[in-house]
């Protein structure tokens, strides 16, 4: 493998400018104007890259490295957007913007493709191949990634492989995990209105309660995951906000629920679903109220192609070091947009670790006082550069498996 220590050492500076710049511009899904003229100004900097951008609806971009020698093509994928979280930390990079928030370290996966672009196309020489770098909106919200394939980002030249990270706070800086196959829950968010005449609190005989609707709902799908799914397929139902009621002695007409569906399965996913709207309309008929069911963008579960998680692992023992790779950690229930690439191309994601040495207390993801470590930088970078190089040199050996 080529050693690309020095010139990650050489960027890394301005890598670690890149994302403290990100993070304090954080943007929503679909909106990633500034983030996406950031990455453009980067990618028209470097030599030798076929630029394409506008994709998914605006942001998305696209740039193809060719190496000087025939060969199969890779791509390496990093999200852009943020999530509408208020920053709670006293950073000198803390969000600028009210209400949003790098918060799950897409500012850090983005700055380490970046780097990776840089570093790559300074050895185009030697790469076999051509590598794309895809910068997608709306992993959070909106299916960018389903976007990005519906916009052809997986032809011309057609994607042999493809490659994605996630940073991950409960791994130590300087290891990785994978695993092959399921990695990451299929999700469905959901929205729920249920509706009743309203009245004076005092008389809750007189009409039906919303509220006492919605709690006795809420109650009853926990029965779900432990009596109608088998207890060794991992399946969450969780309800994420509820909002009901303006005064104390009023019964409200209205009570508003959000929640998500996630599951490993896609049989037991689409069962956990239809199980919900089927507990919806039962207690909306006890309780004498009226109630409305409807599903957001459901992604699919992420499926990590077995030889390419294996390609992961290796390049992470030759890099890291064999004690700092794991390829048994867990399956989450996390959601990933990723999973529309790997439905396509044999494809795998692996965890970059975060966590400080010394940390006792580590904010999570989606917490506002989250933060990517920068330390973690040079092993992404590093990580997708060894895979971009390893699998163009091996695409012989990574036949998809699934």
């Known amino acids: 493998m080529l050693d690309f220590t020095g010139d990650i050492e050489a960027i890394l500076p301005e890598v670690v400018a890149l994302r ?7 943007e929503l899904a679909y909106c990633e104007e500034r983030t996406s003229g950031k990455v453009l100004e980067q990618l028209r900097s470097l030599a030798g890259l076929e630029i394409q951008d506008g994709l998914a609806g605006g942001t998305g971009i696209v740039a193809t490295l060719n190496g000087d020698k025939p060969g199969p093509c890779v791509l ?38 970046i780097g990776a672009a840089r570093v790559l196309t300074r050895c185009a020489d030697r790469l076999p191949g051509k590598v794309k770098f895809c910068f997608q909106p709306a992993e959070e919200d909106g299916a960018g990634g389903e976007r990005m394939v519906a916009d052809g980002v997986l032809e011309n030249p057609r994607v042999d492989a493809a490659f994605a990270l996630h940073g991950w706070p409960d791994i130590p800086v300087g290891a990785i995990a994978t695993r092959p196959g399921p990695m990451l829950a299929a999700t469905a968010p959901f929205d729920i209105t249920i ?105 699919p579960a992420l499926t990590n192609d077995a030889a390419c998680a294996a390609l992961v692992a290796d390049v992470g023992r030759e890099l890291l070091g064999a004690e700092r790779v794991s390829m048994d950690y867990p399956p989450g229930l996390g959601g990933e947009d990723f999973a529309y690439f790997a439905e396509r191309v044999p494809a795998a994601m692996f965890q970059l670790g975060l966590k400080r040495p010394s940390a006792a207390d580590v ?40």
Request: hydrophobic residues 40%; charged residues 20%; aromatic residues 8%.
């Open 20 to 26: 403290h710049d990100l993070h304090a511009h954080p």
């Open 76 to 113: 390496l994928r990093a999200d852009m957007d943020a999530l509408p979280i208020e920053e709670d930390s006293a950073l000198p990079y803390k969000s600028q913007h009210a209400g949003k928030m790098h918060a799950c370290g897409h500012d850090g996966h983005t700055s380490m493709l």
């Open 195 to 299: 509706t009743a005449r309203g009245g004076h609190a005092a008389y809750p005989h007189r009409t039906p309660d919303a509220i006492v609707a919605a709690a006795q709902f809420i109650t009853n799908i926990q029965a779900i995951r432990a009596r109608f799914v088998d207890p060794f397929d991992p399946v969450v139902i969780s309800i994420c906000m509820v909002e009901a009621g303006y005064t104390y002695n009023v019964l409200p007409q209205r009570c508003a629920l959000k929640g998500t569906v996630r599951a490993l399965r896609p049989e037991v996913h689409a069962r956990a679903r239809a199980l919900v709207g089927e507990f919806l309309r039962a207690t909306a008929a006890s309780f004498e109220v009226e109630a409305e069911l409807a599903y957001g963008t459901c992604y």
């Open 363 to 402: 904010a999570g993801l989606h917490n506002p006082r989250f933060d990517f470590n920068d330390a973690a930088l040079p092993h992404g970078i590093g990580m997708l550069c060894g895979i971009a190089q390893r699998y163009l040199e091996h695409a012989g050996a990574v036949a998809p498996t699934r």
